[in-house]
């Protein structure tokens, strides 16, 4: 029963670490830190690439952001992988080719996912920097110079863009997304005073060209692969706090469910690949940021299965009896929400504790696939399934 309860609590222990005294202390970091980097003799050449599946809607906005930015057009080339589209978005990359010379795009007739797209446009990619990028992802006119500037000190391998979210009209958790999605942010911009992000965030980020490794076959998580190879390789990785770029964001929870499964799976393929961020091989300092920001995360739904555990099997404990009823609370103001959301009613409060289970329930489907090998190619469908939002 002591195990148990010890047990229970450490457990509770990690996710209050994680969830709460982490983001402070990298709160703290980012705000002692000077975000200014060396400037570069010259802009180097630089080579965006992006995948994309069905992206009529945001494609044609995207490609002239990009090319407003304020970068030396003769060293600027973007190469799209339209995935197997069955929309507009091939027309539309035809149309546009004649107005930026700078424009290249190559069609995959089988969905073959973003990873391993980006593998092989890198091998067409001209120059020496290269970024990878969302089609949803609007740039801002400095995103590209000042995703540059960190590139200046040597030791930097990749770089991480800032996203800010715009939120699409309707849905159910975009208030949610949206305060993870800066509070992910914030949790980079510390972990670079330290020279090591961990992972990186699919919306934009760059890289030396000599230091991309291909993303291995049936992995569906390329950024966060990207920046952990970087790191094992002994460079940096940075955020760039000025570099912004606008992230279209869906606010439906299915959609959004389906999204963080499938990072979920991407996630764990990961853990098992670059052994060395959480055994220490890789340094302490990128050991302790890994678990801090990822793997307590990643296993939190095991850690919330093990409380429940431990407060079913011995609920005579005052810890336990705490954690069980908290446990019970949660579920039911989870499915309060949920039938408050049917009849168009919004708790702010209610919300969060609904995304939060959603969100670890994700990850947990994400692990079984993981551990069942599903979805083993890697693409993926970013369309709103429906309009019933889900638990």
Known sequence: MIVCTATAL??????????????????RAAARS????????????????????NEERVIEDKIRSIFRCRYPKHKLEVWVGSDASTDDTDHILSRLSPAFPGLKW??????????????????????????????????????????????????????????EVLLEPGGDVGAQERTYTRGEMILKEGES??????????????LRKELFRPVPSGFVVDDFFTFSDILAQGYQTIFAVKSKVLLHLSTNSSVQFRRKRRIGRGNFQNLWHFRGLWTGKSGWRITWLFWSHKGIRWITPLLLMLLALCAI??????????????????????????????WGVHVPPIRYLRHFMW?????????????????????????????????
Do not use: C
């Open 10 to 27: 450490f457990s509770l222990l990690l996710i209050a670490y994680s969830y709460l005294l982490f983001p402070w202390l990298m709160k």
């Open 34 to 53: 000077q975000s200014e980097f060396e400037p570069l003799e010259e802009f180097p050449s630089v080579s965006v690439l992006m995948a994309a599946h």
């Open 106 to 163: 190559k069609r995959y007739d089988e969905r073959t996912g973003k990873p391993s797209i980006i593998n092989e446009l890198i091998l067409l990619a001209a120059s020496q920097i290269i970024v990878v990028t969302d089609a949803d992802a609007l740039f801002t006119e400095f995103t590209l110079a000042e995703l540059m500037l960190p590139f200046s000190n040597p030791g930097v391998g990749a770089v991480q863009a800032h996203a």
């Open 193 to 206: 005073t330290f020279g090591s992000v961990i992972g990186g965030f699919g919306a934009a980020y760059a």
């Open 313 to 342: 099997v011995y609920p005579e404990t005052k810890v336990n009896q705490v954690g069980l009823a908290a446990a019970g609370l949660l579920l039911l103001l989870s499915w309060i929400d949920l039938l408050l959301s049917k």
């Open 359 to 391: 969100m670890n329930l994700a990850l947990l489907a994400g692990l079984w696939d993981a551990l069942t090998k599903k979805q083993a190619r890697g693409s993926w469908d970013n369309q709103k399934p429906t309009d019933k939002p889900a638990l």
